[in-house]
């Protein structure tokens, strides 16, 4: 009788593979046009700048575009150029203040509109404004707020009778001005993400704790933030790489100025490119930054522990 079971069972199991295999083979094919888009748009200008990193490449002079005869020259050259390395401390500075302060603003609003308030509820579209304005627009508004002769709070400063430097022309506060402006305009992204999955937190869970006799920081510090412990890594994720990327509001505020002093990494490749016309060199900055971006996003999963089975 098992036997019988058995051979009947055969014919079953084939024909499951093979639907299996059919099912498959159908997602490739539809999967393979927005995959070739994809290596059309990010993975060929990536292989593209990598190839040119290994080129002294200049516009105006065509017969660099593709000479490998000393591949290693502009990472050599990044070894002793001294505004790199100033261009990587002042990135290290600017995303460590950004991202600092944009998750703790950002997660303290969370908590605070997390709360069941009509007005606290109403106030929240409000909070995504800056976010949602076209960075060039967020750059002119701190302009004129950064500008004494046209700016609001230069005027109540001198109608206070205080004499206040220009923050975006002073080395010592150009940097903190930049850090200002981009925190403004990128906290609220971060609260929306904690917001979203403070609201998933089961009420069971923060239940137990009251029972416990657990306070409402308490209950805050060690059962709702470890609970959203992956979100919290993603939006710290995300505002790592985009501070990375950081670049229009200081070519609009401080052009890199004064001096070097806000001149960040993907800025001065912008500079070696566009301004001296040093591609094969940008490039090469570029891809150093990229792999820096890469390595940092790996190392942060690692030492969360995100993914872990808990």
């Known amino acids: 009788m098992s036997l019988a079971v058995a051979a009947a069972a055969r014919p079953r199991a084939a024909k499951r593979e093979r639907l299996a295999r059919q099912r498959r083979r159908f997602l490739v094919w539809c999967l393979a046009p927005t995959l070739g888009v994809l290596m059309a748009v990010t993975l060929l ?33 990044m070894l002793s150029d001294g505004r ?45 404004v800056p976010m949602v304005l076209p960075p060039i627009v967020v750059g002119i508004i701190w302009k004129v707020l950064y500008t004494p002769d046209i700016s609001p709070a230069f005027w109540a400063f001198k109608a206070l009778g205080w004499k206040v430097a220009t923050p975006i022309t002073s080395a010592t506060w150009a940097l903190p001005s930049i850090i200002l402006a981009d925190t403004w305009e990128w906290f609220p992204l971060t609260m929306l993400m904690v917001l979203a999955a403070l609201q998933t937190v089961p009420e069971e869970i923060l239940d137990a704790a ?10 805050t510090l060690y059962v709702v933030l470890p609970y959203v412990r992956g979100t919290l890594m993603v939006a710290g994720l995300f505002r790592l790489i985009d501070s ?6 200081i070519y609009l505020l401080t052009d890199g100025g004064p001096g070097s002093v806000t001149e960040v990494t993907n800025y001065y490749a912008f500079e070696q490119a566009f301004n001296f016309s040093y591609v094969g060199y940008a490039s090469a900055i570029t891809v150093v930054l990229v792999t820096v971006s890469l390595a940092l996003s790996w190392l942060i999963v690692r030492l969360t522990g995100w993914g872990a089975d808990e």
Do not use: C, E, H
Request: charged content about 10%; hydrophobic content about 55%.
């Open 45 to 77: 200008p990536i292989l593209y700048l990598v190839a040119t990193s290994f080129t002294p490449l200049d516009p105006t002079n065509p017969a660099t575009a593709w000479n490998f005869s000393r591949p290693l020259l502009n990472y050599r050259l």
């Open 244 to 249: 990375i990327k950081a670049f229009p509001l």
């Open 84 to 128: 790199f390395g100033n261009s990587l401390w002042v990135q290290a500075k600017l995303s460590f203040w950004t991202v600092g302060l944009q998750m703790l603003i950002g997660i303290g609003f969370a908590l605070l509109l997390n709360l069941r308030s009509g007005m606290l509820k109403a106030l929240r579209t409000l909070f995504l």
């Open 210 to 219: 009251r029972v416990d006799g657990a306070r409402i920081w308490q209950a």
